[in-house]
């Protein structure tokens, strides 16, 4: 329905650190638990990690203590930081919205940006 919008990819060295941005329309963002996917080349799609409205944040193990997740709640933009990076980390990486249910009857709803490619390599 609504198509995110992520920004920060390129070519890093290993070791090296790389900041992303995501951002959505306000609607969505502010009902949404948003969350980073990255799928390298002949894998599947896996989950970065994620951070909740009140900015809790939890992440994939692979990543852990690497990245760090924030999001902006004024200007909607959540960012991914991402610190010692290494050549498995390179992929294409995605921004997820998916909204938070408040009554029984409602629908969680997901929405997802186009991606932006990460590659480290010397």
């Known amino acids: 329905q609504v198509q995110l919008v992520e920004s920060g990819g390129g070519l890093v060295q290993p070791g090296g650190s790389l900041r992303l941005s995501c951002v959505a329309p306000?609607?969505?963002?502010?009902?949404?638990?948003m969350s980073w996917y990255r799928q390298a080349p002949g894998k599947e799609r896996e989950l970065v990690g994620s951070?909740?409205?009140?900015?809790?944040?939890n992440y994939g193990d692979s990543v852990q203590g690497r990245f760090t997740i924030s999001r902006d709640n004024v200007n909607n933009i959540m960012s991914l930081q991402m610190n010692s990076l290494k050549p498995e980390d390179t992929a294409v990486y995605y921004c997820?919205?998916?909204?938070?249910?408040?009554?029984?009857?409602?629908?969680?709803?997901?929405?997802w940006g186009q991606g932006t490619r990460v590659t480290v390599s010397s």
């Open positions: 997820n919205a998916r909204t938070v249910v408040v009554a029984v009857e409602q629908k969680s709803s997901e929405y």
């Open positions: 306000e609607r969505i963002f502010s009902l949404s638990v």
């Open positions: 951070i909740t409205r009140g900015g809790r944040t």
